[in-house]
């Protein structure tokens, strides 16, 4: 069993000593747009990201304590100061911690796929979680999946059109295999390495 490491980390925030919602503003100590990234892993995203857009701040959460002990260390390797790593399930985080409409975008990079057919309804994005979220996202906001997996790439690309108040950002295609300036998760590359394509499926809301 992996022990728990222990963050300390001036990026590392604890939900419990968080408000219920969170006071956003003032935890960045700016108004600038609020990001979330929902499984965050090793946080090479976030920290990518994040250092291309020092005016907008990102939350990554992610379940995982060694990956946000990592996340945490590769942003203070990057100094920087627009993110902020938290230890929580994204339902229950976003539900208890974020105000409704708050959310300039949500990215979502190759979540668990659960292959098997009996286990799909785990799967965290489908179409209840996305009408869940879209009360969190300000109007004009991106929501951005992407995943390795061809039926869930397949899924998520085909129920979003039935989202009311959503455009597609890569219409008249459902998905791509790529968008150009989005940077490469950990398991993008090893995915890609083994000849596998991603399923990018962009969207706004209106
Ligand atoms: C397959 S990994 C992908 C990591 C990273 N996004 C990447 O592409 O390299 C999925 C990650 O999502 C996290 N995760 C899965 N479901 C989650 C949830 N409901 N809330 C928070 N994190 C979750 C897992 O702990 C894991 O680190």
Not at 20 to 46: H, K, R, S, Y
Not at 76 to 104: D, G, M, W, Y
Request: glycine share 6%; charged share 25%; proline share 6%.
């Amino acid at each position: 069993m992996q022990s728990f490491i222990q963050i300390d980390s001036p990026a590392y925030l604890r939900a419990e000593q968080l408000t219920m919602p969170a006071e956003w503003g003032t935890i960045f100590g700016n108004d600038q747009p609020l990001v979330l990234e929902i499984g965050c892993g090793i946080g090479d995203f976030v920290a990518q990201t994040a250092s291309e857009k020092p005016e907008t701040n990102f939350i990554a959460i992610d379940y995982y304590n060694k990956g946000c002990y990592k996340t945490c260390r590769r942003l203070e390797r990057h100094e920087l100061k627009n993110v902020r790593v938290l230890r929580e399930e994204a339902r229950q985080f976003i539900t208890e911690r974020l105000p409704k409409a708050s959310l300039a975008a949500v990215y979502i990079n190759c979540p668990d796929p659960w292959p098997k057919k009996r286990h799909r309804k785990r799967r965290l994005v489908n179409l209840q979680f996305l009408d869940f979220l879209q009360e969190y996202l300000t109007p004009g906001a991106d929501f951005f999946f992407a995943t390795d997996f061809d039926d869930y790439g397949l899924d998520v690309a085909g129920f979003m059109p039935e989202l009311a108040g959503f455009e597609n950002c890569l219409a008249p295609e459902p998905f791509r295999h790529d968008i150009p300036g989005y940077h490469r998760t950990k398991y993008m590359r090893k995915f890609m390495a083994e000849g596998k394509q991603i399923y990018f499926v962009h969207y706004r809301k209106l």
